[in-house]
């Protein structure tokens, strides 16, 4: 792979020399640099003015004034360095990647598509980002896309040849055994720079930055992610482990591969013999999961635009005397040795200031790789075979020396309590005070004046001490004297479960009376992104079903509608034969 650019070899051999010598002259790209013309590059640049300098900058190099303030950041054109194509280790983008990203977006990013834009505005826009990096003017910094075969149906059978090779290649020392990007390497993870970055969640494909077809992924894998520690995996792995691995990833997303399936409702189910929850897992068999978009809080300060955690999964069950939630995300690690709050106090960030209090722990630098999208932060580096793991910003170590990777020191713990962190994990459940009487709820964000709130909060450092919390806004949270919520927590594989137990009438709290729905709002804090306070992830209302326990037999409303039905057919026959009786004098005899 790292005969692949050959601008950048230093003192290659003759059998090397020999073989980029063959590639270079192979590709039909040689002496074809396409930069477009003069107008098509005004064209495009009156279009970056309006769309994109905001945040990329006047030159390109990323440092827009929207900047400071967006998680992932902005792409620096003026390296180079493109995150997703379709093109080998270490080339430049085809027309068609760049065309791609620009009208289709980076999901889960801040860079939207534009499909609004005309072919000869997105063309435009091609050319002018060309014009940021010297790179583009290099015939040597070209190579011809590689061929993405179409994907071949899932196969089942496929799955345990494909953990074999995972293990093998050493995925899960950064993506986890389960890859939810909780690896033993994963909290020390750096790319080229020295810049922190974060392992994806495999299991989550709709989040992949180049897209979450079996196709996109193995065209990832295949080229691997400019600027990260993952090289491509073009040669180091044949057509059928690629395949392999990208059943691995369907069957850990199962059929969310593009589409999450997002709930709208959480419904409850009605137990028999208790709420113990000692139980754990085994007490929510049976209850529909509901998985809901967890968002960065933007509009207070404090503003997190790229939380550590993307959703959650929450469970509810209840009996005659007691409701009961299960509340599961992902997280890179547990963090439970710093602490937390939803009062601490955030300060807000200047852009003058950089990124100390709104960063990312793995974010906050200008050149940082952290799952930017196609683009690339990255600065110009001599690394050629850093490649890049496509599924989002994740390195996994580098391709030197023995193996795929280094042999980079793990920690005893796999970093799983957070040692560096000062902050601690930490989940919170939001609920009206009073069920709403019409359709207005309370302000999402801790409720407002008219219109208070209750949290169940706990510091997962903290787990047996859950505490109340009442909320007429951020600026008003006080702690509250009603009895705390029973709660159990564990980590594992890369998942926190959050177990919550409360009488379903508490006080002067939310009553959950059978056939009502109420609404819940969650906060999550991810300690080792640095969250705490109103810097954290947050979920909209979301109403939670009640049903009856039992429902009554209809056996009798249907009896008393049958009597009544023939009453009043008896009645009609009454009144009509009553009418059309003969009178006396038609009864006389003549």
Known sequence: MRGRRVRRLRSPGLASWVLCVGLIASSPLLGQVDLGTDEQRATGKVVYDKYCSQCHGDTGAGDGYAAPYLRPKPRDFTSGKYKIRSTPNGMLPTDDDIRRVIEVGIPYTAMPGFPELSPAEVTGLVYYLKTFSSDFEDPEAYLPALTTPPAPPFSADNVENAKR????????????????????????????????????????????????????????????????????????????ERWQIVDFIQSLAGDSMSDPGYASLVTARAVEGGIDLERGAELFEGAEPALLPVLGQIVQPGRSFHPGVVAVEIQAVYDREDVAFRVSWHDIQANRNGTNGPDLVVEEMSAEAGSEDEGSFWGDEEAAEDEGGFWGDEAEDESDDAGG?????????????????????????????????????????????????????????????????????????????????????????????????????????????????????????????????VPLALSVWDGFNDERGSKRGVTAWYPVYVPPMESPSPFPKMAKTAAIVLLVELLIIAWVRRRHRPSAAEEAPA
């Open 389 to 517: 793991d496509f599924w989002g910003d994740d390195a996994a170590g580098e391709d030197d020396g023995g193996g795929f990777w280094d042999d980079t020191e793990e920690s005893a713990d796999g970093g799983s309590d957070g040692d560096l962190a000062e902050f601690s994990d930490a989940i919170a459940l939001q609920f009206p005070r009073s069920l709403p009487a019409g359709i207005r709820q309370p302000y999402f964000l801790n409720g407002d004046s008219q219109n208070p709130v209750e949290l169940w909060f706990v510091d997962l450092g903290y787990p047996e001490a859950p505490e109340v919390w009442e909320g007429r806004g951020s600026q008003a949270l006080v702690p509250s004297d009603e009895d705390a919520p029973f709660v159990a927590a564990s980590y594992e594989d890369g998942r926190w479960s959050v177990l919550f137990k409360r009488s379903r009438r508490n006080g002067q709290g939310i009553a959950f009376d059978e056939g009502t729905f």
């Open 165 to 240: 090779v995972y293990e093998e290649i050493g995925c899960a020392r950064c993506h986890g055994t389960s890859g939810r990007g909780d690896g033993s390497s994963a909290p020390t993870l750096v790319d080229d720079w020295g810049d922190p970055i974060r392992a994806a969640d495999l299991s989550r494909p709709w989040t992949f930055r180049g897209g979450a077809s079996r196709e996109d992924i193995y065209r990832s894998i295949s080229t691997g992610l400019n600027g990260t520690p993952m090289a491509g995996f073009e040669e180091g792995l044949s057509p059928e």
